[in-house]
């Protein structure tokens, strides 16, 4: 089979199309053959070098994708040859990653999808909607009634926050850099959306949210934007660290005023109870429609690394998804 491998932490270009043996299921395994590979910013720090936890080299890249059962390893139970599946692995296991056109996973990273859910969306879920849903209703204990800012709205986790909490009775506000994005956002269901690249957008949220601000905020880019979310936030808040570049320097005295939490999320962290409530979570709001990944753009598994240059680009509008 064909496989994208990495044999020295690097840049995108490290990333090579490659004929490899193809993956056999272990005991409690299944090799899904994959129709679509999801791209994550995660990917591109553990490509890179800098994640806490690195694969052995060489490895395959992806944790997320849609596709089939194609053998099934001892003692699994709960799927069939032929299912439909999603993948969502967070990291990359006996270094058979999703970026290839078949892999071999641990059977509890392997969940049914539903009919009417394709393939490529269902290689936006195991990062970006497990993410949001996390962020949401486990870190930021999202109530039905509170005010939601996703601060970046238009990439894979955001747009995945706003049809989540629309669906759960919240007022939305979002947040892009384009007017393209905004109009993602809320074709996505939000209430309101502001562009983060003007200079007065904070006062426009707080003048959204009556002069209180919001109760939640979902943060994508904490080191460019967590001092804005201290002063915005409403008293009593609650605000979840989701992804972040570099430091910052804050005020610690912005959360004590208004006795604020402020949450981090990595999603590996999840407990396995933790991620049985998630994903069952999802599969309800898959098969009631109320959850609809956006494929922003799809592109050939051999273009990898223009896929990772483009997932950290600003600008952001739903899911990249490499076809094998």
Do not use: C, W
Not at 191 to 209: N, P
Not at 221 to 227: G, H, P, R, V
Not at 258 to 265: Q, R, T
Not at 286 to 305: D, W
């Amino acid at each position: 089979m064909r496989a994208v491998r990495v044999h020295e932490f690097g840049a995108p270009e490290v990333m090579k199309l490659e004929d490899v043996p193809d993956p056999v299921a272990g005991p409690g395994e299944i090799v899904i053959k994959i129709e679509a590979i999801g791209v994550n910013p995660v990917d591109t720090y553990i490509r890179s070098g800098v994640y806490g936890v690195l694969p052995e080299l060489p490895y395959t890249p992806g944790g997320d994708a849609g596709g089939t059962v194609e053998a099934l390893g001892d003692g699994v139970s709960g799927f069939a040859v032929g299912d439909r599946v999603y993948m969502a692995a967070i990291a990359v296991r006996r270094n058979q990653g999703a970026t290839a056109e078949k892999a071999a996973v641990p059977a509890g990273a392997i969940f049914h999808l539903p009919d009417n859910v394709s393939f490529a969306a269902g290689a936006a879920l195991g990062v970006p909607y497990a993410t949001a849903y996390y962020g949401l209703f486990l870190r930021g204990q999202a109530k039905p009634g509170d005010t939601l800012f996703v601060h970046g709205a238009s990439g894979a986790v955001g747009t995945a926050a706003v049809q989540m909490a629309r669906a759960y009775g919240m007022t939305v506000i979002g947040s892009a850099g384009t007017g393209k994005g905004r109009q993602l956002v809320l074709d996505q269901g939000a209430h309101h959306a502001v562009d983060h690249t003007s200079g007065g957008y904070i006062d426009e949220v707080r003048t959204l949210t009556g002069g209180n601000g919001p109760d939640l905020i979902l943060e994508m880019l904490a080191n460019i934007n967590l001092a804005k979310d201290l002063d915005v936030v409403a008293k009593y808040g609650r605000i979840v660290v989701i992804g972040n570049r570099g430091e910052i320097q804050i005020n610690p005295r912005a959360a004590m005023g208004k006795n604020l939490d402020v949450v981090g999320l990595a999603l590996p962290n999840a407990s396995d109870d933790e991620m049985a409530l998630i994903h069952a979570g999802l599969r309800g709001g898959l098969e009631s429609g109320v959850l609809n990944p956006v494929i922003g753009r799809e592109m050939a598994m051999a273009e990898a690394a223009a896929a990772h240059h483009a997932v950290l680009e600003p600008g952001a509008f739903g899911k990249i998804v490499l076809k094998p």
